[in-house]
Each structure stands twice: as C-alpha cells, then as structure tokens.
C-alpha cells in the first residue's frame, strides 16, 4: 500500500516537472532594431548601390533546451518602407516609388514551417525555413537558410537572400529620365537580433 502511494508521489512529482518545463522552454523574443542590420544590395548601369533599412520590427517565439536551439514556432518580420535610406534622397524618392509606398506602408515576412534545424555547436545553428515574404502588397512564398546564435537572452540570424524584383511586380527604379536603370537582381543582407 505504502509502496503504491510512493509511486503515485512519484510520478505525479515527474508528470508536474515535464509540465512546468514545458511551459517555460516556449520563449518570445522581440526583434531590438538598434542591434539589428539589413541592407539591400543590387546594380545598375552606372554602379552598385546599396540601401539600409533603419525601421524594423519582428517577433520570434523558440523553445530552447540548455541553451540550444531546437524549435522556432513562429517568426515575424516587419521593416517600414520609407525607413529604407540610401544616403541619395533622389535614389530613395525613386525607391519609395517603385515599392508603392503610399499605398504599401510595410514589408513583410512570415514564417509557415521550418524544415530543418541542423547544430553545429551548442549556441549556433542552420535553420533552413519556408514562408512568405511580401513586398509592394505582392505575396510569395519563400525559402530562407539562415544563421541562428544563441547568446544569452538574445538569439541573433544571420544570411543573406537573392530576390528578384519583377518577382514581387516591382519596376526595378530608374534615375535621370531613365539613363540610370538598376538590375533586377538584389541581395538582401540580414543580422538580426532579437531579445527578451
């Protein structure tokens, strides 16, 4: 009879444990803009450019076992598309056109599914990922390999993705009654941090 009561003790002792640990792994982190960098790379027939964007914001929710990544369930990624600044008002203005930003205020990502988490080493994975990215109010679906660091209460991703404008019905911009004409082709360039 004592016997039973103990087992009864224990296993409920253990069954609490993996609730409670469950419920404390699944953590929601918020992009910080200040540590975070992207920039859009791309050509033109004159010379390369490249422009920043300096508003952003997201939401990432992972589950973390002894530091390690082992599970993203949701990430989300918001950069304003007049926060997107070149140094040239002129190239912006013209940016801001073809990315119809009176009418499409934001560019977004959402993540639908991870399709593989691969450790190289206790904080730092490759995260292969499928989800959908819009721009200029165009939807597409989207795959995305990238960097994940884990450090602390911060988790950091880290790649860089090839899209092509026409892909998103974006005219690529032109400048000087069209003497200046940009490639199709650009490379968007990402570290993005975020905290709890």
């Not at 609730?19 to 910080?32: C, F, G, K």
Request: charged content about 20%; glycine content about 6%.
């Amino acid at each position: 009879m004592n016997t039973l009561k103990n087992l009864k003790l224990v296993l409920g002792s253990i069954l609490m444990m993996v609730v409670t640990t469950q419920i404390s792994i699944a953590q929601t982190y918020n992009l910080n803009n200040s540590a975070s960098n992207l920039k859009i790379e791309g050509t033109s027939n004159v010379h390369d450019w490249e422009i920043e964007a300096k508003d952003q914001k997201g939401k990432l929710v992972a589950e973390l076992d002894n530091g390690q990544l082992v599970k993203i369930s949701q990430l989300e990624f918001t950069v304003v598309a007049e926060s997107l600044k070149s140094g040239k008002s002129g190239m912006d203005k013209n940016t801001y056109k073809a990315l119809k930003t009176d009418k499409n205020k934001n560019i977004t990502y959402k993540l639908n599914k991870v399709n593989n988490i691969d450790c190289v080493s206790s904080g730092s994975c490759k995260v292969v990922t499928s989800g959908t990215l819009n721009i200029a109010g165009s939807s597409r679906p989207i795959d995305i390999t990238f960097d994940a660091k884990v450090s602390g209460d911060k988790i950091t991703l880290t790649g860089s993705q090839e899209l092509k404008m026409t892909d998103y019905k974006v005219d690529p911009p032109t400048a000087m009654f069209g003497t200046i004409t940009t490639g199709d082709k650009v490379n968007v360039k990402f570290q993005t941090t975020f905290s709890k």
